[in-house]
């Protein structure tokens, strides 16, 4: 259910904190408003990096730990930096029965990656999501917003190849 | 004034098939014509068809028109809206009509269809609150204005409502517990943290008829005496949440939200809250925990939510197609025309996303106790390919599986229960016999065990032991006493775990158990699999009687497994073979078999 908290962000000196306070600034006070926070600052960073998550603590008056145990607690926010293109393989019932254990593992195969992971050059970051409720199109997959479906492990070759 | 009003569905399976190109292209043939102006385009809500989308439906002409493709447009424009014909090849056509069909009416998928939780889904424009009026929206509202609480309770009461989210608990008597609780201020929640995989009815309203759901809530409020709604929406569904803001801005415009209402003194006001991708947050206690800020672990009870819910302050919790149903039964006499529908004890209709290997996939929306033969053949047009009906599974990873040979049985509450499912939010996924009902076990299990939020042991630690004896079955290391002990850990995390997740999760894999313990036997002792799922348990052969050489296979393999020269039978080279199974969906002649490992013998059939 939950990423890893990698304590040993090598990035730190490079995240631009400027805009933190901006962005929580509707929320200070707040403290029901932890979950929406938190969105607001990984939908300027693309993840939660742990500097900017420390600056929301201070500013939120909210322990640390108890931000990490919301945020590692939701699918939804990311604790590492994610590539351009997200690839979402829908787990749904209805695509997994039509097949989408062997679409992921023709990603898997063609980027060498594994669900969660990110390739070296941020291009791609693989994940999966519960129901994309495209279920009349299974096996469905998201790039970014773009969805693809009825697909079969043959096709995902271009469709990879169409995002660069 | 608009000559004819253009429908495109602009729901997510829609959109995924392409309506949007579909729009862009009719828009840009319109104003080649320079007639733009004389017709109005709405991406509009979901008329529930999926699987022939993208659909665009035409009024006041009434012709739905699907499959659509952008280079169809031209002939659309020219032949439908200049020259006033139906462009024939467009319309709906299948096994099911002996000629193009050219509405509801007339098409199969719709015939046994009563809307009224998507009576205005893909028929109003879902950002505009006038249609939405025009409809006879809000007038429920205002009758609920000029009635006492507890005669609105009672009559939601009367109606026999059950919530829709899954339980099935009865609507008007959670209502009157909220009402009777001690206390200023109350809250109405609105579920829409629709996380079943396979079911998509909730997101469909939202996006569709936005306006039914802030109606249900105020009458709610006003039923249980609450001044402030939150609806806690999945993250993942951005158009829903974009045509709620849309609709309450739309609403607080009209003063039909905000302070004094119309006039009678009712104050209520509405907050969106984004779920950020947890499944059991779905359960009340734990989507309470979320909207005030924490990790979205449930909670004992009692106290219940009535009595001590949001903030600890008494709180009214429904799903969506619950709130949906609320105008109809609020309005004039509309709580006794709601309980004509349906069976003693399930009332009114019900929605379901049927999804799987049936034809007709979408949502459809049928009166309780329909059996499930006419929803799967009737409704759903049958199993895709012809194959045989192995099994339907309602309910999601809280359901349960219902095998082919109960498919007369009635869908309400009481008979699925009977039967090891649930009503669930009313995913129906349709399985053929290529559907393994061992992985389809592990599958749900996977899923909840991912999902379970860690609070319980039983549920924590159970789901993974069982997880860890249903990977060993299908990998082929399955032992006879497996199954007796997977039904022993599945009865202790049913008793022992808090949630509605833990008491349900067990529930496909003990109905898997219960309807095709052959096929798990089959698993363990024979090491075999005979829906060709679970990869080391069988391997493909080709039929060498039947293959005509066309190499179709030779080319989709990606291993170079297939030998085989033109016009000549192939042959699979087990050592190199992935069991991907690119080969199968290729061929033709439906030559691929599944055998068991080390035999030749042709057992798919």
Redesign the interface.
Known sequence: MSTAVDIKEKVTEEIDLSKVDALIEPFIGKKEMIIPALQKVQDHFGYLPRPAVEQVSKRMRTPLSRLYGVATFYAQFKMKPRGRYIIRVCKGTACHIQGSPKIAERIEDILGLESGETTDDLRFTLEEVACIGACALAPVIMINDDPHGRLTPDKIKDILDGYK | MHEKHLMICGA??C???GSHLVEQALVEELEKKGIRDKYRLVMGGCPGF??V?PIIVIYPDEVFYCRLKPKDMAELVEKHLVDGEIVERLLYKGPDVDMPARFYDTIPFYAKQKFNVLRNSGIIDPESIDEYIMRGGYRAFTRALELEPAAICEEVKQAGLRGRGGAGFSTGLKWEFTNKAPGDKKYVVCNADE??????MD?SILEGDPHAILEGMLICGRAIGANEGYIYCR???PLAIKRLKLAIENAEAYGLLGENILGYGFNFKINI???????VCGEETALLA????????PRPRPPFPAQSGL?GKPTTINNVETLANIPLIVKEGGAADFARVGTEGSKGTKVF?L???IRN??LCEVPMGITIKEIIYDVGGGIKGGREFKAV?AG?PSGGCIPGELIDLPIDYDSLNQAGAIMGSG?L?V?DER?CMVD?AR??LS?TQ?????KCTPCREGTKRMLEILNRISEGLGIAKDLDTLDSLAESIKDSSLCGLGQTCPNPVLSTIRYFRKEYEEHIDEKFCRAGVCKELFNYRIDEENCTGCTACVK?C?TDAIRGEKKEPHEIIQELCTR???CL?KCRQECIMITPVGSEADVSN
């Open positions: 997510t399976g959109l995924s098939s999926c699987e989308g996380g079943d995989p396979g079911a998509f997101r993250a993942e569904y809250k984004e779920g950020a991708g947890a499944f979320s909207i005030e800020g924490k990790r979205g672990m903030f996303a999804a799987g290997k996939t979408g599974q999601g995913g996924v399985m559907t389809l599958y749900f899923f991912k999902e379970s939020c860690g989709a990606p991907c199974g690119s969906e």
